[in-house]
């Protein structure tokens, strides 16, 4: 994102793997956290509503990568949300007739992908400059990236919370569910147990990093 | 019905459902502008204003949507709605209080996409609520974020002065902090329990 912001990037393996890791919206860049804490109290809720926010990511970053040399800079911003919003509506009345009853768990959240910032950032800092094929990829990879955020707490918050996985009982009935999981609480303690450890690997490589400098660099 | 009554809407909104540390609404602003408490608090007044504007819109339009029978322009409509309203609030902001306009920087056309005030207007809508308690829910949940604000910021301003772990500095210390906050609001869960 910061690093070519006006020059068309050519596509490679970089432009979706960037999306799963180092730019990674929930762990590294912070996007989007309302929906990541509220319906990943199972892991098969996390997992519908990554897809959704991907689908809907990739296919308006697409329209507004098509449009951007149509839209007047100074209306962008509600030209994009509106365009969302479009997309929003479709997968909403999509998921009702597919399945009511993940309709009714995830609730709003659905509608709230529309203020969802991970993609309206996206559609300002990316679409909006480079070519579709580019922005298609890079979208799948963040879009991939957020999926794996929001399964990394479903599954931690699943297990512990309800002993289950994908609704699979897992422990048997000895097992004592840590309820304050599956609450609001546990959605922030798990999450910022995840950036804790991320941050951990982060400075350790870091570190590993400055103390190869000295030696001879061959990458 | 109890649970019908305007002041058992607004504390549901403010306290027992609080929209922040209950629902994760309005995630980004609550992690983003809670460093400083005065900052906390006018970003705070500024989501209310927000959030009593378009809730009052919303009202309006949902019942002209509803009259012509295109409900599923619902979600275009609010949050067209809701644009115009913060920038609203930003020209008078900036007119009246320049510095505060400059302390609030991104954060104020940032409440665009602050999914409290989108989440507001669906959930008033979806729970059929009336003009009257319309207003009371849309004012107890912007009080209901002032307060989850303003308790982060006071914690966060005392938490500067103490020694931390290096690798637990910025975002991951703050989710912990929200979620003990979180837990201690769950106690407020009994006040509402019986009525649903």
Request: contains cysteine.
């Amino acid at each position: 994102m910061a690093s070519l912001p006006n020059q068309q990037e050519t596509i490679t393996l970089d432009t979706f793997l960037r999306g799963l890791w180092q730019e990674n919206p929930v762990f590294v860049m912070l996007l989007g956290m309302c929906p990541v804490l509220a319906v990943t109290n199972s892991a098969i809720n996390a997992l519908a509503m990554g897809l959704a926010s991907t689908f809907v990511l990739v296919a308006s970053n697409s329209l507004v990568s098509l449009m951007r040399h149509f839209i007047p800079k100074q209306v962008r911003i509600a030209t994009y949300i509106i365009i969302i919003a479009t997309f929003v509506t479709m997968v909403d009345y999509a998921i009702q007739a597919i399945s009511l009853e993940l309709y009714n768990a995830l609730g709003a959240f659905i509608q709230l992908i529309v203020v969802n910032c991970m993609i309206l950032g996206r559609a300002e800092a990316y679409a909006s400059k480079q070519r579709l094929g580019a922005t298609i990829i890079n979208g799948l990879g963040i879009g991939a990236g957020f999926t794996f955020a929001l399964l990394c707490l479903g599954i931690v918050r699943e297990i512990l919370g309800a002993g289950s996985l994908f609704g699979f009982d897992l422990f048997g009935d000895q097992f004592q569910p840590w309820v304050v999981m599956i609450l609001p609480p546990g959605g922030f303690f798990v999450l910022g147990a995840w950036l804790l450890l991320f941050n951990w690997l982060r400075t350790r490589r870091e570190a590993k990093l400055l103390e190869t400098e000295g030696a001879p660099h061959d990458g | 019905m109890m649970a019908d009554s305007v002041t058992f809407i607004f504390l549901n909104a403010a306290i027992v459902n609080n929209f922040v540390l209950a629902m994760f609404l309005g995630i980004c602003p609550f992690l983003g502008v809670s460093a400083k408490r005065d900052t906390a608090l006018s970003m705070g007044l500024a989501v209310i204003f927000v959030m009593l504007v378009s809730s009052i819109c919303a009202y309006g339009i949902n019942w002209i949507l509803k009259y012509l029978h295109i409900e599923y322009l619902r979600l275009i409509c609010y949050i067209a709605v809701i644009a115009s309203a913060v920038q609203l609030v930003e020209m008078t902001m900036k007119k009246f209080s320049p510095t505060l306009f400059r302390a609030l920087g991104i954060f104020l056309p940032l409440i665009t996409t602050n999914c409290a005030i989108l989440g507001v207007a669906l959930f008033q809508t979806s729970r059929e609520y009336n003009f009257v308690q319309s207003l009371a829910f849309s004012l107890g949940a912007g009080v209901g974020f002032t307060i989850a604000l303003l308790l982060m910021a006071g914690l966060r301003q005392q938490l500067e002065l103490a020694k931390v772990p290096n690798v637990s500095q910025g975002a991951a210390l703050t989710l912990m902090l929200a979620g003990l906050l979180s837990l201690t609001f769950m106690g407020f869960a009994g006040l509402g329990a019986q009525h649903g």
